[in-house]
């Protein structure tokens, strides 16, 4: 069970001595799930992360709940986008204090 929000599932052992609470076995299209959050079950039942490893296609990769944790903050996921944003942002910024933002388009 969850600790956070008191969803049910089972809590796997890892190589490093932690414990995992993953999401039921899905075969996910490994483009779907960002680099370090897929997680397999090995012969002993140990769950392993792939870090930035792709699984061999077909393998039912999991991820770990916390991810999809009603009861806890959602991680940032893809921190080169957040990054680019936050460049996106700073640019427009520039681009206000120069007056020069382009006309954008009526869009209605
Ligand atoms: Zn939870």
């Not at 680099?35 to 490893?53: H, V």
């Not at 921190?79 to 681009?95: D, I, K, S, V």
């Amino acid at each position: 069970m969850c600790p956070e929000c008191g969803v049910a599932g089972a809590w796997h052992p890892t190589y490093t001595e932690a414990w995992v609470l993953l999401e039921p076995a899905q075969i996910l299209p490994a483009y779907i799930v960002p680099p370090r959050q897929r997680w397999l079950i090995d012969g002993n039942d140990i769950a392993w992360n792939t870090g930035d490893d792709e699984p061999a296609p077909g393998a039912p990769r999991r991820i770990a709940h916390r991810l999809v944790c009603p009861g806890l903050e959602r991680q940032d996921l893809w921190p080169w986008l957040t990054a680019l944003e936050l460049e996106n942002a700073r640019r427009a910024q520039r681009q206000a204090d120069q007056g020069t933002l382009p006309q954008l388009p009526d869009t209605g």
